[in-house]
């Protein structure tokens, strides 16, 4: 990993092979927001919400990182990393969703912003998700 942060802005260069969400689990940021990624990732595994559980798509090929949004949470003494992607494949085909987990395919350009006066919390909810509370700090 590559990586510059100044106050509360982070630059992050992964490079290939490294693993997208523990790599950045492992800044230490709590309450953050992903703002932006751009790059390649493969044995990308997605994930769609059904309900009840995430349906989990697998694409092993490399593909385009269009881009990446997500926030940094603490759910208990746990960081929780949300975060949603755009992709396409080598054809054009743009697919999407929650990251599961993926690979770096050569590079991934990561911009993220530690927030500053906002906690950002998730609790269980009956949906079976974790939502999102938000708190002054």
């Known amino acids: 990993m590559i990586r510059a942060n100044h106050e509360q802005q982070f630059?992050?260069?992964?490079?290939?092979?490294?693993?997208?969400?523990?790599?950045?689990?492992?800044?230490?940021?709590?309450?953050?927001?992903?703002?932006?990624?751009?790059?390649?990732?493969?044995?990308?595994?997605?994930?769609?919400?059904?309900?009840?559980?995430?349906?989990?798509?697998?694409?092993?090929?490399p593909v385009e990182l269009l881009s990446l949004q997500g926030n940094f949470a603490r759910k208990g003494e746990e960081c929780i990393l949300h975060c949603h992607t755009t992709v396409a494949k080598q054809?054009?085909?743009?697919?999407?969703?929650?990251?599961?987990?993926a690979i770096v395919n050569n590079t991934a350009e990561i911009f993220i912003h530690r927030l500053s006066g906002i906690t950002l919390e998730r609790k269980m909810e009956k949906t079976g998700l974790a939502g999102l509370y938000p708190q002054m700090s």
């Open 11 to 61: 630059v992050v260069r992964l490079e290939d092979g490294e693993e997208l969400i523990p790599s950045l689990l492992a800044l230490g940021i709590d309450s953050g927001i992903i703002l932006n990624g751009v790059g390649m990732l493969r044995e990308l595994e997605l994930g769609y919400w059904n309900g009840k559980s995430y349906d989990i798509k697998r694409i092993d090929e």
């Open 91 to 101: 054809s054009g085909t743009a697919l999407g969703g929650h990251v599961i987990s």
